[in-house]
């Protein structure tokens, strides 16, 4: 073929686990809400930081994996899916690991939204969705060459998901989603009526 891809922006999706998902979330969902009830600087600030009514502990309580024996056990269950998708990435580990330095929690009602936004410092980060109500909004992903594209026509209305300018990756209970820390992403308000709730992650090497 005389056309090549290059430069591949590549995202892991897949379930967690193979079994006891629905168990391992309730505890996770139970840890949450108590979560939500005892941090009041968490609520403050998502109250000004986060638009439509939605909390996260991301400036209260984002090390989860180390005060919790349920978010250390994700963790650990993290670990495969990180493995597999450095090798995809084709990432030179040797002389140094990732480690996760960052594990939050989001719970977003109808219209909460969450604005478009890296994650500066880290390497890898990721989502666990722990509860997805129907129709809940997905992660939305910027294609990054997207500033660069001065006098590109629009792509084709039903153009392969690679060729797109944005991609949206619906959400799933009990799946997680990996991508490189440096590629933008936003989750548009929430048009659900539950509650849609996760689990945030960095991971990084320096």
């Not at 090390?63 to 993290?78: D, I, K, W």
């Amino acid at each position: 073929m005389p056309t090549r891809s290059l430069f591949a922006t590549q995202i892991y999706t897949a379930p967690l686990q193979r079994r006891a998902a629905r168990a391992f979330n309730g505890r996770l969902m139970r840890e949450i809400h108590q979560l939500r009830a005892d941090d009041a600087a968490g609520r403050r600030w998502s109250t000004s930081n986060y638009p439509g009514g939605g909390f996260t502990s991301y400036s209260s309580a984002s090390r989860m994996h180390r005060v919790s024996p349920t978010f250390a056990a994700l963790e650990r269950l993290l670990a495969p899916h990180l493995r597999a998708f450095c090798r995809d990435l084709e990432l030179d580990l040797a002389h140094r690991t990732l480690a996760m330095t960052d594990c939050w929690v989001n719970i977003m009602p109808a219209g909460a939204v969450h604005g478009l936004h890296l994650h500066p410092h880290a390497t890898i980060s990721g989502t666990y969705y722990v509860q997805v109500p129907r129709a809940a909004a997905g992660l939305k992903f910027e294609d990054p060459r997207l500033a660069y594209m001065m006098a590109a026509p629009p792509r084709r209305a039903r153009c392969r998901p690679e060729h797109r300018a944005w991609v949206v990756v619906p959400p799933v209970a009990g799946h997680l989603v990996l991508f490189e820390s440096w590629l933008r992403h936003e989750v548009p308000p929430n048009p659900a009526r539950g509650e849609r709730v996760s689990v945030s992650f960095n991971y990084g090497w320096f």
